[in-house]
């Protein structure tokens, strides 16, 4: 079973940096392909950011390429979301999700959530 907490979030200015971590209690983290979703408020939840179980192979949205990058540690049981660059409108509620999915899952093969961190770019 896998338990997600995630924890990094905060206020920064605009230009700033933020990592987010994704922990998970579980035994069988390393089989999970994980990813980062956010939602803003009053929009759809969108991807972020996926990386495979191996952490070989990574995709990350158009609007955060360069800036922000996606990374594993399977012996800490632990993903990462590092954020430069921030915007304004990165503001959101982060979430980290796994999936049982081979290479990088589609958007809707996530089956496990965490609670959410709050992450808001002030100008």
């Known amino acids: 079973q896998v338990q997600l907490v995630e924890s990094g979030g905060g206020l920064v200015q605009a230009g700033g940096s933020l990592r987010l971590t994704c922990s998970d209690s579980?035994?069988?983290?390393?089989?999970?392909?994980m990813a980062w979703f956010r939602q803003a408020a009053g929009r759809d939840r969108e991807i972020v950011a996926a990386?495979?179980?191996?952490?070989?192979?990574?995709k990350h949205a158009d609007s955060v390429k360069g800036r922000f990058t996606i990374s594993r540690d399977n012996a800490k049981n632990t993903v990462y979301l590092q954020m430069n660059s921030l915007k304004l409108e990165d503001t959101a509620v982060y979430y980290c999700?796994?999936?049982?999915?081979?290479?990088?899952?589609?958007?809707?093969?996530?089956?496990?959530w965490g609670q959410g961190t709050q992450v808001t770019v002030s100008s």
């Open positions: 990386i495979s179980a191996s952490g070989r192979s990574t």
């Open positions: 579980g035994r069988t983290f390393s089989t999970y392909a």
């Open positions: 999700a796994a999936s049982r999915t081979v290479g990088i899952p589609g958007d809707s093969s996530y089956n496990y």
